[in-house]
Nanobody, 126 residues
Framework: QVQVVESGGGLVQAGGSLNLSCTTSGSTFAGNSWGWFRQAPGQLREGITCITGSGEIATYQSAVKGRFTASRDNAKNTLFLRMNSLKPEDTAMYYC???????????????????WGQGTQVTVSS
């Protein structure tokens, strides 16, 4: 069973930047698409970006496109999210998870991903 640990969140002012990391265990990282998800208070968790196993394709939710960049290091089983030009509405808990779609056509966590990590909190002040 894959396990994940997210890190890198924090408190920043609007317009600032953060780099998130997601370290994973298990042997399934390189062969799978992975995504970043976020959940704001009182809202459902949503997928915001996905990157394919090779790293060649990355998709982004319209709200973050052009500001966020996903990348990965398959040798280190690690997923990254560079967040620029942060806005107060980006405030949320951020999570990573394997994605069911191999080409990131839908950013939905894999059905057999049973245990989410603790997430990393991103707070953007205005």
């Amino acid at each position: 069973q894959v396990q994940v640990v997210e890190s890198g969140g924090g408190l920043v002012q609007a317009g600032g930047s953060l780099n998130l990391s997601c370290t994973t265990s298990g042997s399934t990282f390189a062969g799978n698409s992975w995504g970043w998800f976020r959940q704001a208070p009182g809202q459902l968790r949503e997928g915001i970006t996905c990157i394919t196993g090779s790293g060649e394709i990355a998709t982004y939710q319209s709200a973050v496109k052009g500001r966020f960049t996903a990348s990965r290091d398959n040798a280190k089983n690690t997923l990254f999210l560079r967040m620029n030009s942060l806005k107060p509405e980006d405030t949320a808990m951020y999570y990573c998870a394997p994605v069911s779609s191999p080409y990131c056509t839908i950013v939905r966590a894999a059905a057999d991903f049973a245990v989410w990590g603790q997430g990393t909190q991103v707070t953007v002040s205005s």
